[in-house]
């Protein structure tokens, strides 16, 4: 009768472990916002001791493996139902799907081959044989070269894909299990569990170019998007180790269930997701500050997880229970935690500046009852947003939305609103010209905005002297007034002129007069009316000597 192997490795007995009987959600230390738990959508019975999982690239399908057999199950993700079974090879164990989706390899510890399939038929094309006990695989980013883990001959075989033979093999340390390979594909990470290492290979020279000492029964690997930091399940310490690739050292580990030998990385880096074979949970790490936020229950012994391309939607090989989990990712909620400035004029305007957490793909900026930013721009941890006008004074809540939801309001996203003000500098230059018959002095009224908002609208106005005759071909004059209006707006340093004349005639011998200028209305209101004026004083002597101040 055919023993039964546990994920870990070759020569370990599979042992029951008994579900857990509640959930346990440990959030994280630090403040903000967390994203919500992943929760089983669907449990799906699949073949016998279900190892590995694979995706094919537009997510449509997911393989399954069977450790204790060669039987394939092929899930339909869509109605999250098994859609087919074949068979490949005998004990298989991982599985890989070429990028273009054409292909499927899959590893058969029992008797040293890899199985290259038609996914269009989920036929076999080709049987390549390989190591002793080939357990972990993976593809290089081109697909032009498939790694297998050969657990029993502590190597490493390069498969071409093209001619499906292999082209070259690299002793890597005693039982290799899981592998990563860097995004350039220069780099193949291997986990030697019974070396406790992590070994690098040189890819071009097929290598090892590096060591680096892990823990316990270090199993499997998962590799950030941008490369640098690599994560390692080690199995017997109940940790995720996390390693620094450039300078070849570990970080730091994680404390996480027991017994976990898988890590999957979310698409942005930002989780890692443990499976924890021994006590049936999902430990879901946050990559940024390296704590556990979520322990999840899951199917029993728990092991390979595959993730679609956006990271919602995942599938979860339970190895001693044989089934596949269907796992819904939530996106993540928004959260501010600052923003600044915290105020600003209800004439709006004011560029926001807003801190936070999973900020990114950000659909709205609102500023309560203001209404939505008009306009804004959004990373993963800030916002810029341009407030709206209003007509409410007072604190609002400015609050993201995004497609996980909408921010809380809290205390740190209050912008508070004032009344809108504005001043308008007025300024009167008056320039005496003389004639021989006649003579007048020429006026000219400068407007200024000095803020703090944009004059939107405003007029001026002046009691002309009796007695004379004034003109103007941009005022009003009737009934001894001037009459000047502002009917654009005229934003803060913005200056504008209005003009208009009166004219000198032959007195007796002596005429002074004055004209003062002075706001008398307009929007929004005027901090210091009071100086919203200016005066000027002429005096003619005989309509033909004219002076003024």
Not at 103 to 111: E, F, K, M, Q
Not at 299 to 321: I, K
Not at 429 to 434: D, E, L
Not at 472 to 489: E, F, I, M
Request: glycine share 12%; charged share 10%; net charge negative.
């Amino acid at each position: 009768m055919r023993r039964i192997r546990t994920p870990r490795c070759a020569r370990t007995a599979v042992v029951a472990i008994a579900a857990t009987t509640a959930a346990l959600l440990s959030l994280p230390a630090t403040a903000g916002a967390v994203t919500p738990p992943p929760t089983v959508a669907a449990h799906l019975a699949v073949v016998p001791y279900p190892a590995g999982v694979a995706l094919t690239p537009d997510g449509g399908h997911a393989y399954v493996t069977s450790q204790s057999s060669g039987a394939v199950s092929v899930l339909d993700t869509a109605a999250n139902t098994v859609s087919g079974t074949f068979t490949a090879g005998s004990g298989s164990y991982a599985v890989a799907v070429s990028p273009d989706g054409r292909r499927a390899y899959l590893t058969h510890h029992l008797d040293g081959t890899v199985s290259v399939v038609d996914t269009a038929t989920d036929t076999v094309t080709a049987t390549v044989p390989v190591g002793a006990q080939p357990w972990g695989l993976a593809l290089s980013p081109d697909g032009s070269r498939a790694y297998v883990a050969n657990a029993g001959a502590g190597t490493v075989s390069v498969l071409d894909t093209s001619s499906a033979t292999v082209t070259a093999t690299v002793p890597v340390g005693a039982e290799p299990h899981g592998l990563a390979v860097s995004a350039d594909g220069s780099r193949l990470y291997v986990a030697a569990s019974g070396d406790k290492a992590v070994t690098v290979v040189d890819t071009v020279s097929s290598t090892v170019s590096g060591t680096v000492a892990v823990g316990h029964g270090a199993f499997g690997l998962a590799l950030s998007p941008d490369g640098t930091r690599l994560w390692a399940a080690d199995g017997d310490d109940g940790t995720a180790a996390v390693i620094d690739t450039a300078a070849g050292t570990v970080l730091g580990t994680v404390a996480v269930g027991s017994g976990p030998y898988a890590v999957t990385l979310s698409p942005d880096g930002a989780a890692a997701y443990v499976s924890n074979y021994a006590d049936d949970t999902l430990s879901v790490v946050d990559t940024a500050s390296r704590t556990v936020t979520a322990t999840v229950p899951v199917g029993a012994g728990p092991y390979s997880l595959a993730l679609t391309a956006d990271g919602r939607h995942g599938y979860l090989a339970d190895f001693t229970g044989g089934a596949v989990d269907a796992v819904h990712f939530p996106l993540p909620v928004p959260d501010v935690t600052a923003i600044s400035p915290n105020g600003g004029s209800g004439a709006g305007g004011t560029t926001v500046t807003v801190t936070g957490t999973d900020l990114a793909g950000a659909t709205a900026v609102t500023f309560g009852a203001a209404g939505a930013a008009t306009s804004f721009s959004c990373t993963r941890t800030s916002c810029t947003a341009t407030a709206p006008a209003t007509t409410v004074t007072g604190p609002v809540d400015v609050r993201v939305t995004a497609p996980g939801g909408t921010s809380a309001a809290v205390a740190a996203d209050r912008f508070t609103y004032t009344a809108p003000a504005a001043h308008l500098g007025v300024e009167l230059t008056a320039t005496p010209v003389a004639g021989l018959f006649s003579s007048r002095v020429d006026y000219t009224v400068t407007l200024t905005g000095q803020g703090p908002d944009p004059v939107l609208s405003a007029t001026v106005a002046a009691d002309l002297p009796a007695g004379l005759t004034a003109t103007s071909g941009d005022c009003t004059v009737s009934a001894g007034k001037l009459g000047c209006a502002l009917t654009a707006p005229l934003a803060k340093g913005a200056s504008t002129t209005r003009h208009f004349s009166i004219g000198v005639g032959l007195f007796s011998l002596l005429r002074s007069w004055d004209v003062t200028v002075a706001r008398t209305g307009g929007a929004p209101a005027d901090p210091s009316p009071a100086t919203s004026r200016a005066t000027r004083s002429c005096t003619a002597v005989l309509g033909l000597l004219i002076t003024c101040r």
